[in-house]
C-alpha cells in the first residue's frame, strides 16, 4: 500500500530511508537543516522543506497537520532535543514514528516519549551482517540502513577463474566477498581464493555500487 510518509534529517540514514521508500513507491516529504541534502533528494521526494525543527517548532507543527502522513521517520542523530521535539509534534499529531538513536540512552528516552520504533543503524547493521555471514540459509537481497545491501550471485564468465586478489572489488567497486559457496560447501574467502563460474558468493556494499560490479561479473564488454 503507498504511503505518505515524513523524513527529517537526510543525512547519510535519512538518505538511505528516502532511497528505499523511493524504491517501493511511497510518496515522501523531506525537512532538512541543509538546503543542499534538501537538493541530493530533489529526484526522489514529493517536496521539501529547509527547517531547523529544534528552534522552528511551529512550522513543522503546521506541516504535519497539513499534510496528514501516513509515518514518519526522525533521523536527526545528533540533534537530540529536535528529535525529542519532532517525536513528541508527531505523536501529538497521531502519526506513527521511527526514530533514529545513537545509544540505548537516548534510545529509551525516546520510547518513553511515544516513538513507535527506535533504531540503532550502526549497531543494527553489524548484528544483521553478522548473521548473514554465519547462515547458511540462501538470501536474495537483504536491505540494510544507511543505503547498504547484502546480496547473493552466481559468479559469471567476468570473474571465473580469478582469485579475489585479483578482482579486488572492495578498491574497485566499493564491494566486499564476504562467503563463497562451491559445491553447496561454504567457503570463507581469503584473498586466494579462486572462484569458479557458478560459485554463489554474498557480498556487502553500498546499492547504488552494484551495478557496475554486476556488469563486471557478467563479463559485459565495453562498447567501441
Given amino acids: 500500500m503507498k504511503k505518505s510518509v515524513l523524513v527529517i534529517g537526510v543525512g547519510r540514514f535519512g538518505r538511505g530511508v528516502i532511497e528505499g521508500l523511493y524504491d517501493r513507491g511511497h510518496d515522501i516529504f523531506a525537512i532538512d537543516l541543509d538546503e543542499e541534502n534538501l537538493d541530493d533528494v530533489r529526484d526522489m521526494v514529493v517536496s521539501g522543506a529547509v527547517l531547523d ?48 538513536a545513537p545509544n540505548q540512552r537516548r534510545g ?35 536491505e540494510l540502513p544507511q543505503g547498504f545491501v547484502v546480496e547473493q550471485l552466481e559468479v559469471g564468465q567476468g570473474f571465473a577463474n580469478k582469485t579475489l ?30 572462484l569458479k563460474q557458478g560459485d554463489i558468493i554474498v557480498i556487502f556494499g553500498r546499492k547504488t555500487k552494484l551495478t557496475r560490479f554486476e556488469e563486471a561479473n557478467r563479463g559485459k564488454r565495453k562498447k567501441t
Avoid at 65 to 84: C, I, P, Q, R, W
Wanted: aromatic share 6%.
Fill in 53 to 100: 525543527v529544534g528552534d522552528d517548532d511551529e512550522e513543522l507543527v503546521k506541516i504535519v497537520g497539513e499534510k496528514n502522513f501516513d509515518e514518519a521517520v526522525v533521523a536527526l542523530g545528533a540533534d537530540f532535543e529536535g528529535a525529542l521535539i519532532a517525536t513528541s509534534i508527531l505523536k501529538d499529531a497521531g502519526v506513527p514514528v521511527s526514530v533514529k
Fill in 108 to 142: 529509551n528516552v525516546l520510547q518513553k516519549m511515544g516513538a513507535d520504533r527506535v533504531v540503532f543503524p550502526e549497531r543494527d547493521m553489524g548484528r544483521r551482517l553478522a548473521h548473514v555471514i554465519s547462515t547458511e540459509a540462501e538470501i536474495d537481497m537483504l
Fill in 165 to 194: 586478489e585479483e578482482l579486488n572489488t572492495s578498491n574497485r567497486f566499493g564491494i566486499w566477498v564476504m562467503l563463497v559457496y562451491q559445491g553447496n560447501e561454504p567457503v570463507q574467502p581469503t584473498a586466494n581464493t579462486r
